[in-house]
């Protein structure tokens, strides 16, 4: 299993909300590459930026899953713990975060957990395929029909996370898969540069880590300004 990735903080910004986990690490605006003997825990955590405490949730997502069976249980206790600790934290006590990643179950299976508007893609040869739907405010209106409310929302809203204060907000979703190849990303990325653009910086890239930088620069280039996070896992 390869694995690179690189994050990145937001212009203007003091403090990144973008954490990645890769096994027992925990990535904060930095890059990494390396080869594991087998599949590890991986993702992308985005603190909710309208709520403080961001950056703390997320790295508090990604320290407590590096270390959780991927069961509905285990996901559920992570949730209670961010909660608890929000509410002992003054200022601080609807801190959010999204997640999405893969984590392994047997040999030769995995399972994916997705939580927010954090995107994972299949790359098969030189495509990507979505396998995440982004759990967003947009997105309930279009299913909806609603598409004059999907318009006036912002794009960013969320309605389901890790924290928030509320258990209500709690909607994770688990998919089993074959292991395959990944590109994880968080919305700094995604809601810039489309999925046309993401297969040709990949498959043009000498290396996966090239590609990640290409990612986050095309980002910039097309105006993000939100933290960027990318990863790629050769599973």
Known sequence: MKISAVTRRGAGKTAS??????????LCEEE??????????IGIADGVGGNAGGDIAAHFVCERLSDCAPEPDAVTAVNDSLIALSR???????????????FPVTEGAARLLHIGNTRVYAIQGGYLKQLTADMTAYNYFMSLGRTEDAEKCSRSEI??????????????????????????TSDGVHDFVDIDALEQII?????DIEACHGI??????????????VLIARI
Request: aromatic share 8%.
């Open 17 to 26: 909300d973008d954490r990645i986990l890769i096994g027992s690490r925990v």
């Open 32 to 41: 990494f590459s390396a080869e594991f003997p087998s599949l590890c825990p």
């Open 88 to 102: 002992k934290t003054t200022g601080k006590e609807k801190m959010a975060s999204t997640f999405s990643g893969v």
């Open 159 to 184: 309605t389901a996370c890790f924290g928030g204060g509320t258990i209500s907000l709690f909607k994770p979703r688990f998919t089993e898969l074959q292991p395959c190849p990944v590109l994880i």
């Open 203 to 207: 498959s043009t890239a000498e290396s």
């Open 216 to 229: 986050i620069s095309a980002s910039l280039k097309r105006g993000s300004e939100d933290d960027i996070s």
